[in-house]
């Protein structure tokens, strides 16, 4: 079964404005990962929110967390053309693997 | 900040042969992974490895691939007869418990 599954798949908005990316998943997980990966490079890991965490804040980022849903989401405030990116939502579970989704991909506009 | 290195950055091969992938991952860790992103796919689990013995494995990884640590240091993921569909960027990583993984900058695998 798939897990992580990003929600939009492409989104393009202007510098400035916030970006919402949500991740949806099927089984139970011990935390949830969000990767950045700019294009025809490695995976950043950005944050960490722990399966009895509900938000959790990194600068500009903040993800939330819902387990009832089997949801997540990741906002980035005041976005800049430098998060241009690939942005991937990653579970893990009991069995000591990332499973990644198929990400969003984020154009942010000067 | 601690990195894991990976070489070669690209390699081009012919189809059928072999190919050995490294990384160098962060010092001291126990656990290690593979995975592999076809372009413009999903980040695919492919293999873990942890105190010198394979833990899980993907479906992806067949009899193909197989992955040593040949030095205690070094860390290979092995293809022995290339495919076209091989064709992919690898990438290991380290797990920091509780703080996400570290991924190395992969390597580009082009077979031709």
């Known amino acids: 079964s798939q897990q992580g599954e990003e929600d939009p798949q492409a989104l393009s908005i202007q510098e400035g404005e916030n970006a919402t990316m949500n991740c949806s998943y099927k089984t139970s997980i011990n935390n949830l990962q969000w990767y950045r990966q700019n294009s025809g490079r490695g995976l950043v890991h950005l944050i960490l929110?722990?399966?009895?965490?509900r938000e959790k804040h990194s600068g500009r980022l903040r993800v939330t967390l819902d387990t009832s849903k089997k949801s997540s989401s990741l906002l980035i405030t005041a976005s800049r053309a430098a998060d241009t990116a690939s942005y991937f939502c990653a579970t893990y579970n009991a069995g000591n693997m990332l499973t990644f989704g198929g990400g969003t991909r984020l154009m942010v506009k000067p | 900040e601690p990195e894991v290195t990976q070489t070669p950055s690209h390699q081009v091969t012919q189809m059928g042969q072999e190919v050995i992938l490294r990384c160098v991952p962060i010092?001291?860790?126990?656990?290690f992974y593979w995975y592999r992103q076809i372009l413009g796919q999903k980040v695919e689990f492919l293999v873990s490895f942890y105190n010198n013995e394979i833990s899980e494995k993907s479906e992806i990884f067949d009899d193909q691939f197989s992955v040593e640590r040949p030095d205690g240091s070094n860390f290979t993921l092995k293809i022995r007869s290339t495919k076209l569909e091989d064709s992919a960027m690898y990438f290991c990583?380290?797990?920091?418990w509780g703080y996400g993984y570290t991924f190395g900058s992969g390597t580009r695998l082009t077979v031709v």
């Open positions: 929110i722990r399966s009895n965490e």
């Open positions: 010092s001291n860790h126990l656990y």
């Open positions: 990583a380290t797990p920091d």
